[in-house]
Each structure stands twice: as structure tokens, then as C-alpha cells.
């Protein structure tokens, strides 16, 4: 029996249909989120809760509904890729997003008892610098990647659609709104060290997922672990969950399986955390072993 908990294959499967596309028969499956897309869905499957709707703009300022979780605890958790997410919008242009929306959604629930905000799969790269004056309540941030915000255009800025001469541009803008840096602070494009300012705390996503889901006892019985998201690449080593998972996996002596839609530039750095990577989530063609 192997657990099979991949995470979200960006715009194109959630973690739950992920999980239900690679699962055999007799599997356990535990869908995960690292903070990015999906992060609702895995914490409502685990833990339960309500969903709430809000409307709020999307990163080109277009009203939409989305959800926020109520978890039976009261605490209200946001997924920031559900407000201003790369793969809910149909053009990539970081320096006209904004991500306005989430800093306005944040400010309607002030008054919650305690807030976690996913952070991963943004569209933007501005910092937070059109949200307005906020106030939070006690705040965990699940940031989907390690990425210092000095570090947060040169890594993510083109793969959210920028283009070379853009990234200065992008880079400045960040610089110039005096945020904090370090770890996770580049996080949805600077959001992690808007949200730190504010006197959020910042988390590794991934790790603090496979807590509040109980990854360890849902390895128990398990004779291996599978895996995957979208993409391999270098950017897999910045935090991402399917390494974070490979690691826990080995710790516990299980065999760990990889499989990924494509593969981009690094993707054997990455690879080398699993005994086995395949890629394409129908053919199953061998990429690594």
C-alpha cells in the first residue's frame, strides 16, 4: 500500500484529483498543499470546517467570489491563490498585477480569532504595496517556498510572465517599499514579507501542512510514498512539497516515488530526493529512477 499525496498540478488538477488520478487500488490518499493552490481543499478534507464566500477583485481589479475556510476551531483560513492565483487568470503581467484583493480580503476578517493564510501560485510580484492599512489578529503564514525577497524576481518574476527587461523594473518596486527580508519573506511575490511586517508569522508551508495533517501517522501500514506537482525544477528546492514530503518519507524507511507533469531547468538536483520520477500524469513514462 503506498500514500499517495501529491499536491496541486497547477491549472490543471487539485491535490484531491491529483491523488485520485495516481492512487492504485488499496492506497491511502492524503491530498497536500504547501500553501499554494489547493490549500483549502486539504485542509477541509483533514480537518473539516465551513466554506465562506467573499467578494473581492482579482489581480487586474475584476470582482469575483471566493471562498475562505471556517475551521471548527474558529479559525479562518485564506488561500491566496484562490483571490490573485497565476492559474485562475487568463494573462501574465506582473507589473500590472496587483494583489489589492487579498490585502482587502485580509482586512474583512479582522476580526477572526486567528488567521492562516496560504501564500504560493500569486500573479503578482508588488509586495503588497496597494493594500490598505490592516491590523491582523494572530497570523500563521504557510509560505509555499524559502525564497528571501531579495531573491523573489529573479527566481519567480518570468515564470508570472515577465519579461527580461521587466525584471529590474519589478525589482526596485519591491526594494523601494522598505519590507523586511530573510526566509519565506519573497513568498507570492513579497507578500511573506508584507504579511511579517505586520507582525504575521512566517512558516514553512509545506512542513507545517504535513503537521497539521498528521503525515506521520498517515505513513503507518504504508510500504512507500508518491508524490508531485506540476513541475520539477530548481525551484522544487526552494521549499516546495513534494521534496519536503520525500525527506519526511526516507526519515521513516519508506520508498519514495516522484511524478511530475514536466521537468524544467534543475530538475535533477531535485530529482535525487526520490528513488523513482515519472512524468505526464497518464503515460507514466519514466523520467529518473
Not at 494572530?138 to 515577465?162: H, S
Not at 521513516?252 to 531547468?265: D, I, N, T
Request: glycine residues 14%.
Amino acid at each position: 500500500m503506498k500514500l499517495v499525496c501529491p499536491t496541486a498540478f497547477k491549472g490543471t488538477f487539485s491535490p484531491l484529483e491529483a491523488a485520485r488520478r495516481l492512487a492504485g487500488t488499496g492506497d491511502r490518499l492524503l491530498p497536500l498543499s504547501d500553501g499554494g493552490d489547493g490549500f483549502l481543499e486539504c485542509l477541509q478534507l483533514g480537518l473539516g470546517g465551513t466554506l465562506l464566500w467573499f467578494k473581492v477583485e482579482d489581480p487586474f481589479g475584476r470582482m469575483r467570489a471566493v471562498p475562505v475556510l471556517q475551521l471548527p476551531d474558529g479559525t479562518i483560513a485564506i488561500e491566496s491563490a484562490q483571490v490573485i492565483g497565476l492559474a485562475s487568470i487568463p494573462e501574465r503581467d506582473p507589473v500590472r498585477a496587483s494583489s489589492r484583493g487579498l490585502g482587502e480580503l485580509i482586512g474583512q476578517l479582522r476580526q477572526a480569532p486567528k488567521l492562516w493564510i496560504g501564500l504560493g501560485g500569486s500573479a503578482t510580484v508588488d509586495g503588497g504595496r496597494d493594500w490598505p492599512l490592516l491590523q491582523l489578529p494572530q497570523t500563521l503564514v504557510f509560505c509555499d517556498v524559502r525564497t528571501d525577497l531579495r531573491e523573489a524576481v529573479r527566481v519567480f518574476g518570468a515564470q508570472k510572465g515577465a519579461r527580461p527587461e521587466e525584471l529590474p523594473v519589478l525589482q526596485e518596486r519591491l526594494w523601494s517599499l522598505g519590507l523586511p527580508d530573510g526566509p519565506y519573506t519573497g513568498a507570492a511575490g513579497g507578500l511573506g514579507a508584507k504579511l511579517l511586517a505586520l507582525g504575521a508569522e512566517l512558516a514553512d508551508g509545506a512542513e507545517k501542512v504535513l503537521d497539521v495533517l498528521g503525515f506521520e501517522e498517515a505513513c503507518r501500514g504504508c510500504e512507500a510514498v508518491l508524490t508531485g506537482e506540476g513541475r520539477l525544477d530548481a525551484s522544487s528546492l526552494e521549499g516546495k512539497l513534494p521534496v519536503a514530503v520525500a525527506k519526511r518519507a526516507r526519515a521513516l524507511g519508506l520508498r519514495v516515488l516522484g511524478h511530475f507533469g514536466s521537468q524544467g531547468v534543475g530538475w535533477e538536483a531535485a530529482a535525487a530526493y526520490f528513488d523513482e520520477v515519472r512524468l505526464g500524469l497518464n503515460d507514466g513514462s519514466s523520467a529518473a529512477e
